[in-house]
């Protein structure tokens, strides 16, 4: 299994700046996961940046008061030079879409379209990929949607929910209240196949409870 961070996302963008056109005057993030990539260039570079809708609809993001200067704060109708970027690309079903978006649009720009992650060196459907990560690979940022989260072992404290206080942790009422109110942490949208917990047998009927009620699936 590949495995990548966003940390590890941030090092190979940064790795990789001198690749991407000198002169881009916004990032596009292709939602959802793109966004998160277009956010961590745009701050690592100082570029404006928007979301793909927001672009196609003629909005970009303003500048905090920290980062503000002249290229910062001009419309949507000023940028020239626009880097369209996604997380990764595999089918390139999605890079596909958003070529079709842009092309339908009519805007008048020069486009380039990258991934941060591809399976290859070149796609067809990129002008640019910064690293090559091949399958079988999971992502910190989408790692809870993923189908091989149907092979997984996952933890339910600390994971699904907020690990107990001590003072929740009472072995008694306290712990009982607590794990019927946990706070959901990461919410997977598949079915997980197995979970993984110290909690004691007695506390099966109001875990079950409780992963029944935040509609989590589990073999």
């Not at 990461?186 to 029944?212: D, H, N």
Request: proline share 5%.
């Amino acid at each position: 299994m590949h495995y990548r961070s966003i940390s590890d996302m941030n090092d190979a963008i940064v790795r990789n700046l001198h690749r991407l056109p000198r002169d881009i005057d916004l990032v596009v993030g292709v939602p959802r996961s793109g966004i998160l990539a277009a956010t961590l260039l745009s701050l690592t570079a100082n570029i404006p940046m928007t979301d793909l809708d927001s672009f196609l609809a003629g909005k970009i993001y303003t500048s905090g008061v920290t980062k503000r200067r002249a290229a910062l704060d001009r419309q949507a109708t000023d940028m020239r030079k626009v880097l369209v970027i996604d997380d990764s690309v595999s089918g390139g079903a999605a890079m596909r879409e958003a070529r079709s978006r842009v092309e339908a649009a009519g805007i008048k720009a020069d486009f380039t379209f990258a991934a941060v992650f591809g399976l290859l060196p070149q796609h067809e459907e990129t002008d640019i990929v910064l690293e090559v990560v091949p399958h079988p690979r999971m992502f910190q940022w989408n790692f809870m949607h993923h189908k091989f989260l149907a092979q997984c072992c996952v933890d339910i404290d600390g994971v699904l929910c907020l690990d107990p206080t001590e003072a929740e942790n009472d072995d008694g009422p306290a712990y009982e209240k607590f794990l019927g109110e946990a706070l959901p942490l990461f919410g997977p949208t598949r079915k997980i196949g197995w979970l993984v917990t110290s909690r004691l047998e007695k506390y099966r009927s109001l875990t079950e409870a409780w992963l029944a009620k935040h509609g989590i699936e589990y073999d």
